[in-house]
């Protein structure tokens, strides 16, 4: 796909958080060129969050920021490679939760609310433990991660408004439950993130293989699916 020919989304090429910015912003652009309308809500999310993670990086609240830089120019690379072998379609992997989220916002089978959650259920389940993994995070990093949390909270209300804002989001009805579904995000974010660490933890003591801990957001990802919202 020519969306992909820009060498901006190359895993070489993102080097921090703020390639990982770049990225996302190219994305926003691109996303709907390649029939995933409906993935924007979930990309203009994450590019919220990574930005407000930026401004806390540059202001000095992190512990340990060169792990951030790493952390976050890997995690970006693994929305990105799984949405570029999905385009593609040459029998290139997929992560099963990936590949479910994607699905459904191409065929317009879920909300722009639950193609949200399907996208922060396989990025954070999914990739999270493995890009923790791949940068050998540690407990000293413990801190930092959970720090995270508190700004990924301001982001999900910042976020829902402006996708209210251009009625992406939500119907007329269901804008009576914003702040529900505010919540809702912010506590499903918390729970996943924290499941993504025990994973990690997991994987590196050897108790769990990362199929099954791809599978096991795929499930999540199919209970998702029969959610009411």
């Given at each position: 796909m020519s969306i992909f020919r820009d060498k901006h989304y190359d895993r070489d090429h993102l080097n921090g958080i703020k390639d990982a910015e770049k990225a996302l912003k190219r994305l926003q652009k691109d996303i709907p060129a390649a029939s995933l309308t409906k993935l924007v809500n979930f990309n203009h999310t994450y590019l919220i969050i990574t930005q407000n993670v930026k401004s806390h990086?540059?202001?000095?609240?992190?512990e340990h920021p060169e792990f951030l830089e790493r952390f976050d120019a890997l995690f970006?690379?693994?929305?990105?490679?799984?949405?570029?072998?999905h385009i593609q379609q040459k029998y290139l992997y997929v992560p099963p939760a990936w590949e479910f989220a994607f699905r459904a916002a191409e065929k317009g089978r879920a909300s722009p609310?639950?193609?949200?959650?399907l996208g922060v259920n396989a990025h954070v389940n999914n990739d999270i433990p493995q890009v923790l993994y791949e940068t050998?995070?540690?407990g000293i990093h413990l801190n930092d991660y959970f720090f995270v949390n508190g700004i990924i909270k301001d982001s999900i209300d910042q976020a829902i408004d402006e996708l209210d804002d251009?009625?992406?989001?939500?119907?007329?009805?269901?804008?009576?439950?914003k702040p529900f579904y505010?919540?809702?995000?912010?506590l499903l974010i918390l729970v996943f993130r924290r499941l993504a660490w025990r994973n990690y933890r997991l994987m590196r003591?050897?108790?769990v293989q990362r199929?099954?801990?791809?599978?096991?957001?795929?499930?999540?990802?199919?209970?998702?699916?029969?959610?009411p919202i």
């Open positions: 990086r540059t202001n000095g609240e992190f970006v690379s693994f929305y990105i490679e799984a949405l570029k072998n609310l639950k193609c949200l959650v050998d995070a540690d251009n009625r992406q989001l939500l119907n007329p009805k269901k804008r009576l439950f505010k919540v809702l995000m912010f003591k050897g108790k199929y099954r801990m791809e599978l096991r957001a795929k499930r999540t990802a199919q209970f998702i699916l029969l959610l």
